[in-house]
């Protein structure tokens, strides 16, 4: 699998529509108003013999541990791979690759949806509670998952079980 790193002024109509139709088919659900609602830093593609077989991008997004700065963060979103490409480590690579390009950020985070898989990549469970930051103040989000990889600007005092927000967005705030 050859990685293509592409910036947001290089994404193109055919691209959106390569990672639109892979979405669709990894997550058997049309996510296609999900993905036009963000604002990727950077999309990591995966290609096997010029067909794009895996995906993720990177979102800019800002936690705030309690009593603590916020921290940049390098939002990891839509992490798929083709159904008749799974188990070969694709998004393992990508997730590995993924990190060279967060080294402007603070902390790198994900909503996991299968939780050991990303713990063998080195990324760790926020134990403490999560909440969403809204204009009437910090919403717990008690059903919430989160999971963070410390980078080389993460704090040193970075503890995961204090209660944590993240700003409110549309769609899946987590």
Known sequence: MDIQIVY??????TIREEVQALCRV???EDLDAYYASLTPTV???GRGDGQLVSHLMLVRRTLQPDGQAPLRTAYVELVATHPSAQRRGYASRLLRASVAEM???DIGALSPSDAEFYARLGWERWTGPLAVRTARGLEETPDEELMVLRLPHSPPTLDVSRR???EW???EVW
């Not at 947001?8 to 109509?13: L, V």
């Open 43 to 45: 999309q990591l593609l």
């Open 103 to 105: 080294r402007d950020f």
């Open 8 to 13: 947001p002024a290089e994404i193109t109509a």
């Open 26 to 28: 990894a997550y058997d």
């Open 169 to 171: 967005r549309p769609g």
């Open 164 to 166: 944590v927000s993240i």
